[in-house]
């Protein structure tokens, strides 16, 4: 079989389709640290943002700067422990968080039913874990969002950047080969699991962690800013596998279109 035709479509959560901005698990890393004497900044906060969120916590424990304050604050410097400590606190607060921050980001719900009207699948993966997501996706399912399956961080004995997340999620969803399928996702650990797959890969500017900005804020800055913005995220998508950029998944519709152009004239995704 040639295998030239989209199966389909794997969504990230935040920053993808909801949580414009992914400001949930952000500001739940802030009051994690703050609440052991350890300032983090937001800068800080969302820099390994996509990753499973207990490699999050341990890649901040590694900062040089948040590891002296925690050696100055717990008399000793950060440990696996300490993380799975962490960890075990920032579950509940990150679902508490979640609950202000499920808004669907706009757009989603049109093009997700034209995938739909075409024949796609509508898969998942995700930086949070099952515990979280029993908050989100009802939330989300309320709003009119729900993807045909859901892949959470802990699903898998490993995660992001590996494609172990997508390879559960193609099985999920019976699709075959990878090169069929779409990953959109706003965080580059996000896109190189999908990239890792051999899938074609969608990032996501605008309302993702790379400028962490609501709508209004961000339809508010001035164009050249935007771009700036829109430069320096992209750049960080591509060199993570991105074969395209968009604002929001509003106007994923005609980069599926080109993709599915390539796919048809011969052309995979790099590494595929």
């Avoid at 990230?12 to 609440?35: C, E, I, K, N, Q």
């Avoid at 696996?80 to 808004?103: C, G, I, K, W």
Wanted: hydrophobic share 50%; proline share 7%.
């Amino acid at each position: 079989m040639p295998h030239t035709e989209l199966t389909a479509v794997v969504f990230d959560w935040a920053g993808t389709v909801v949580d414009h901005g992914s400001f949930a698990p952000m500001g739940a890393f802030v009051r994690l640290f703050a609440g052991h004497g350890v300032t983090l900044t937001i800068e800080q906060a969302r820099g390994p943002m996509g990753l499973p969120k207990w490699d999050h916590i341990h890649a901040l424990m590694q900062l040089p700067a948040v590891a002296a304050q925690w050696q100055a604050m717990q008399g000793h410097a950060p440990v696996v422990a300490d993380v799975d400590a962490l960890y075990a606190e920032f579950t509940p607060m990150n679902a508490a968080s979640v609950r202000e921050h499920a808004a669907l980001i706009d757009g989603v719900l049109p093009v997700v039913a034209e995938l739909r009207a075409r024949g796609l699948a509508i898969g998942s993966t995700t930086g949070y874990n099952r515990e979280i997501m029993a908050v989100v996706a009802p939330l989300a399912a309320a709003q009119g969002w729900q993807p045909d399956n859901m892949v959470c961080a802990g699903d898998t004995r490993i995660g992001r950047p590996t494609p172990v997340a997508m390879y559960r999620c193609l099985a999920d969803l019976a699709v075959w080969p990878p090169r069929t399928v779409v990953k959109v996702d706003d965080t580059a650990p996000g896109i190189a699991e999908g990239a890792a797959a051999g899938c074609w890969c969608v990032g996501v500017v605008a309302s993702g962690n790379g400028v962490g900005l609501t709508a209004a804020d961000w339809a508010a800055l001035p164009e050249i800013v935007k771009g700036a913005h829109r430069s320096r995220v992209g750049a960080e998508l591509r060199a993570a596998g991105a074969h395209a950029l968009v604002d929001t998944v509003a106007e994923l519709l005609p980069v599926l279109d080109d993709l599915q152009a390539r796919l048809r004239a011969g052309e995979r995704p790099a590494g595929a």
